[in-house]
């Protein structure tokens, strides 16, 4: 395969900003900081394990491998191949087109990357080169319409979540909606801007759009609920409500319907007030960028991420001490709402190495309503048959700074104040009687083993 050259570029207060220069040969991709930004510092690096402080003028190499071809920073701004993934149907039908089009495997994902890999979640852009870089800064695409109940956009979303043909052309969407940047997971979503207004009726506009209807517009995430999934916005919205009730940092969230599609839109805290771009990057980049061994989001165990927040509180200014308690808290609060998804990329660290910690609140749903996802964790606790479940969570949280009877208290408290949440999911009204009683009774099981 012939070497493939791109430029890491990002968005500060003064302005865009080369960071530096990235090769990737196939068997490992290499990025060079350029000496204007060792000089002068004016952004957060690459990422937290890839400082200028650590590596100087000297390249930041990973190895490549066939599930992480590029640096774990960079895979995040690569739309994933799964179903639900509308970034990746959109681009992938746009570079079929092209003669003669890209070939399966590492070729299409690093003509993704060129595609997808700017403007999206955290402050990497990444072009083909400088001068579409200055290009992409300069003249923002804006596309006028505000998309409504009524758009092509809307259809084609519906027709992707029901797989019922392709009536509306990929670049029609993409050409209504702008550059459609990445975001990883499951669920299919869009960046977005909404009215900042207390009720949303499910318009939106492109990512960066200042306002619409003349009224100010707030950086969302919009995630689409899909059928097999029914219910999920509204669960999710739960599970937003009880974590901030709990003293959690959760973000703003909207709900609407359109077309019959729940819908549920997000806050980005990616953002400053000031539209510009901080760090977030996935637990998963930073473990996996520090260990070969890890190459997916569940491919770790709790007491390593411990051991891992540790560590990096030696390379990066994060407080160790409140970090490791946060997402100790976070682990009990996933198993009492029955979340079991709470993986390495539902963790994320915001901002850069010189101020950086646990991101908000995001993606809590409790996906253990549907059979097939009915994981107690979805990272492995190393578990010592000889106690019994509760006193091996109690355990765990030595790996966080936790005392075991300092664990417990946590457990009893966050349990004893979410005491009706299996009577608030029963209320619940857009999910299934079936999903609802599954959870709820699992729920109740669950939180009787660790009282
Ligand atoms: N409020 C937010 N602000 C900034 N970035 C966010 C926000 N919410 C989510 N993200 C980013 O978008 C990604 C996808 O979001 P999210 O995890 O909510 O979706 P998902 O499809 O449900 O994921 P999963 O596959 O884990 O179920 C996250 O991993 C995170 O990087
Ligand atoms: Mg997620």
Redesign the pocket.
């Known amino acids: 395969m012939a070497d493939r050259y791109a430029v890491v570029w990002t968005r500060t207060g003064a302005g865009p900003v080369k960071m530096g220069n990235l090769v990737a040969t196939g068997r490992e991709c290499r990025f060079s900081y350029t000496d204007e930004f060792l000089q002068r510092r004016p952004a957060p690096a690459l990422s937290l394990l890839a400082g200028p402080e650590l590596f100087g003028s000297e390249p930041v190499v990973y190895r490549s491998s066939a599930r992480m071809p590029l640096h774990p920073r960079l895979m995040s701004l690569v739309p994933a191949d799964s179903p639900g993934n509308l970034q990746r149907r959109i681009h992938t039908e746009l570079l079929a087109r092209r003669s003669p089009p890209p070939a399966p495997g590492f070729e299409t994902e690093w003509e993704l990357l060129l595609l997808t890999g700017h403007g999206g ?1 955290g402050h990497i852009d990444v072009f083909g080169d400088d001068i579409e870089a200055e290009d992409w800064y300069a003249n923002p695409v804006h596309p006028q319409s505000v998309v409504g109940r009524r758009s092509a956009v809307w259809r084609f979303v519906r027709e992707e979540i029901e797989q019922s043909g392709h009536a509306v052309p990929a670049d029609t969407v993409a050409e209504l909606l702008g550059p459609t940047p990445s ?5 299919p ?1 869009l960046l977005a801007t909404i009215v900042d207004a207390p009720a949303w009726d499910g318009r939106f506009a492109p990512p960066g759009t200042p306002a619409i209807d003349d009224r100010p517009a707030v950086e969302v ?1 919009l ?1 689409i609920e899909p059928a097999p999934y029914a219910g999920l916005a509204e669960l999710e919205a739960l599970c937003l409500d009880l974590h901030r009730e709990l003293g959690f940092e959760v ?1 703003r969230y909207w709900r609407a319907d359109v077309d019959g599609m729940p819908l549920l839109a ?5 953002r400053t007030a000031d539209g510009l771009p901080l760090p ?1 990057e ?1 637990f998963l980049s930073v473990m996996a960028a520090g260990s070969r061994a890890v190459r997916g989001s569940a491919d770790a165990e709790w007491s390593s991420v411990g051991r891992m927040l540790e560590r990096l509180g030696r390379v990066a200014s994060l407080d160790v001490k409140r970090a490791r308690r946060e997402v100790y808290r976070r682990f009990v609060l996933a198993f009492l709402t029955g979340n079991g ?1 709470l993986h390495l ?2 963790l ?1 660290f915001l901002g850069g190495a010189d101020a950086v910690r646990v991101a908000p609140v ?2 809590p ?1 409790p996906m253990r309503a549907w059979p097939r996802h009915d994981l107690r964790s979805a990272l492995p606790v190393d578990f010592d048959s000889a106690l019994s479940l509760a006193e091996n969570l109690y355990a765990l949280g030595a790996h966080f700074g936790l005392r075991r009877d300092e664990a417990a208290d946590l457990w009893s408290e966050l349990r004893r104040r979410s005491e009706d949440y299996p009577e608030r999911i029963m209320a619940l009204e857009q999910v299934p009687l079936a999903r609802r009683r599954t959870l709820a009774d699992l729920v109740r099981r669950e939180r009787a083993l660790v009282s």
């Not at 975001?183 to 669920?187: D, L």
């Not at 997000?266 to 990616?270: G, I, P, Q």
């Open positions: 979640i975001v990883g997971g499951m669920i979503k995430i995630k973000p997000v806050e980005r805290f990616d977030l996935s998804d990329e539902n994320s995001y993606d749903s």
